[in-house]
């Protein structure tokens, strides 16, 4: 079980920050607060955020796609053998969308979409835009819901409910 933190945690972990799992793999330093200084997990850390480049809350944004984007597929979004391998697979991979279930609704998948787009402009903007994506389509200003379509999930791969995703939502916009 993984407790995550939609925010750009600023805390110093010295055990924590030799980690080579990239999944659980704070980049922090002693000087964690200086300029410059990458902080977050590879995994779930926003293109601009690797590219060491200003944040804000669309990077936690991102987070949420990837943590949501994982919760129904069962596998993980972006992986490699190295720190370093993970956050170049979140700077260039394509996301692989006919990992979602078929099943998962049209709204789900442009939320994800929305969520995870590498142009911090085209992302959401605010968590509680989400609420719109979800109670219309036509909130949906990308690419047609059919682009982000998918084939059934293999078999044997962990899914957990698309409606999990829903749940998500209003405890994310009531944090903000």
């Not at 998948?109 to 911090?120: Q, S, W």
């Amino acid at each position: 079980m993984k407790v995550l933190d939609f925010g750009l945690a600023k805390a110093i972990d010295p055990a924590g920050a030799s980690s080579a799992d990239a999944m659980t793999s704070p980049t922090l330093t002693a000087r964690a607060t200086q300029m410059g200084t990458i902080i977050g997990t590879a995994a779930y850390m926003a293109p601009e955020q690797a590219k060491r480049r200003p944040v804000d809350a669309r990077a936690d944004i991102w987070a949420f796609g990837v943590v949501c984007f994982e919760m129904i597929t069962g596998k993980p979004l972006f992986a490699g053998e190295t720190i370093s391998e993970t956050v170049a697979a979140v700077l260039r991979d394509e996301i692989d969308w006919s990992a979602a279930p078929a099943a998962a609704p049209d709204r789900i998948r442009c939320l994800l979409a929305r969520c995870l787009h590498r142009d911090v402009n085209q992302r959401l903007q605010a968590i509680g835009e989400a609420r719109i994506v979800l109670d219309s389509t036509d909130a949906w200003t990308g690419p047609a819901p059919s682009s982000v379509r998918s084939q059934a999930p293999t078999p044997g791969s962990r899914c957990i409910p698309w409606w999990s995703v829903a749940v998500l939502i209003p405890v994310a916009t009531a944090a903000a």
